[in-house]
């Protein structure tokens, strides 16, 4: 008759008791590793002793009736026969030939799916020689903690906070009255950290409903590990800690571009700062409210005549106009706000916003050399008569090039795909100045400005 023994030295894992009956002398043996046991998620391995007799095969079976394997996977080498004689409750694995490997391997991985009981699980472990049962071990275990925190979520606020809602059960043996969260040193996340429970929360019962309230700067990590406290209040200021445990929030990424409208209309209203460079000949506008949610397309045009120079950039982004002359501009920004997938924020016929300012350059102009900020580019001969010149200084691939008149004429436009140089012939330009905007593809407006001399 086989003796009811209990190895404490097989396993005994944080928030997991495991207990093995057998045979004393019996030197194979199974056991258990904890891949995640607040969710009930373990590794079965075996030793086996050829001295305890021929065994070809494993069976693992679970006792307890409302228990269900979940995400079973195993990962065995060759020669081994896998079936399933009761789905999520009986398996088995055999050798085609010859006995067990000796020594110790992971049999499987698996969870008990949805368990929520304080009850043990008890799980059979039979040693087979050819289907037939030859011994068995017997583990139990207990998947639950003290406490169960189930179900829960996490929702992005309209402010960027976070609010995290869950249930909790009492599976300590004390009725408790507070609840408390403790974060990571050097963390201040938690807005207020404890929950009182009114009435007071007795053994196995459940408080529906609870939240815990995310700072924003949570949107920095993927996940925040608070450890839940229940206690016992027996005085104004004294309490008695009857269950501890770790556990983590996931922290969603939040698509916060599509704001209240009002909120778009405010941040529009706020329009744009610019800042002059006399040296490098540049205005840079930057926006104030603005974010990489919102699509700009700036324009700005002198107003005693010339060229709109237009370009595309995200709200977060500034522009840089390299400016030819002094004087007064019109400058616009037209923004359009997206979600993180692309879709507009609002209907379509609300979708933009534009606003426009009057900015006065007041910067001198030295020389007709070429203004662009890339020095890579180059204007030559400046003034000209009959022909004129671009150079790069190295090949360059897909853009544009366009003439325009003082006036704003458009007199030449040309795509290039591919060149270092190219000629333009000016002989039928009259006497004047004109500005040459080259674009290349997915970068900013460079502007040059020419003399024609006759």
């Not at 938690?190 to 949107?219: H, K, N, W, Y």
Request: one cysteine or more; charged letters at 20%.
């Amino acid at each position: 008759m086989r003796q009811r023994k209990c190895h404490p030295l097989i396993i005994q894992l944080l928030f997991m008791q495991v207990c093995l009956y057998g045979r004393e002398e019996f030197a194979s043996t199974v056991y258990l590793s904890a891949v995640d046991s607040a969710t009930c998620c373990y590794t079965l391995s075996f030793n086996y002793d050829p001295a305890d007799g021929p065994y070809d095969g494993i069976e693992v079976s679970l006792f307890s009736i409302d228990a269900q394997f979940s995400a079973i996977n195993y990962d065995l080498s060759g020669g081994w026969i896998h079936s399933i004689p009761e789905p999520q409750r009986r398996l088995r694995w055999s050798r085609a030939s010859g006995n067990l490997p000796t020594g110790g391997y992971s049999l499987f991985d698996f969870c008990i799916n949805e368990w929520t009981s304080n009850q043990p699980i008890r799980m059979a472990v039979n040693w087979l020689n050819n289907n037939t049962i030859s011994a068995t071990n017997t583990l139990e275990f207990v998947c639950q903690n003290c406490s169960a925190i189930w179900p829960d979520s996490t929702t992005c606020m309209p402010d960027s906070s976070y609010l995290y809602t869950f249930n909790y059960t009492n599976n300590s043996g004390f009725t408790v009255n507070r609840l408390r969260f403790r974060e990571n040193p050097g963390e201040d996340l938690v807005v207020e950290d404890e929950i009182v429970f009114a009435p007071a929360l007795l053994p196995g019962a459940t408080a529906g409903g609870l939240s815990i309230q995310l700072r924003p700067d949570a949107a920095a990590l993927t996940s925040v590990c608070l450890e839940f406290t229940a206690s016992r209040l027996l005085d104004v200021d004294i309490a008695l800690d009857c269950c501890t445990v770790t556990h983590c929030i996931d922290i969603p990424v939040c698509d916060r571009c599509c704001t209240e409208y009002t909120d778009f209309e405010a941040d529009v209203a706020q329009r744009f700062t610019y800042a002059l460079d006399c040296t490098g000949q540049t205005a840079t506008f930057t926006t104030d409210s603005l974010s990489e949610c919102d699509e700009v397309f700036w324009r700005i045009r002198m107003l005693s005549g010339g060229p709109t120079i237009g370009s595309f950039l995200p709200g977060d982004a500034s522009f840089i106009y390299n400016y030819t002359m002094e004087g007064d501009y019109r400058v616009c920004m037209r923004v359009t706000r997206y979600d993180l997938d692309g879709n507009l924020c609002y209907d379509a016929d609300l979708a933009t916003l534009e606003v426009c300012d009057t900015i006065l350059i007041d910067c001198p102009i030295t020389g007709v050399a070429p203004v662009a900020v890339n020095p890579q580019i180059a204007l030559w001969p400046n003034p000209a008569r009959d022909w004129v010149e671009l150079q790069f200084i190295e090949q360059v691939t897909n853009f544009f090039y366009a003439v325009y008149t003082s006036g704003g004429v458009l007199i030449d436009r040309q795509w290039i795909k591919t060149s270092s140089r190219i000629r333009l012939d000016t002989r039928q330009w009259p006497a004047g100045v004109y500005f040459i905007l080259i674009q290349p593809y997915d970068a900013h407006i460079e502007v040059l400005r020419l003399l024609i001399l006759r």
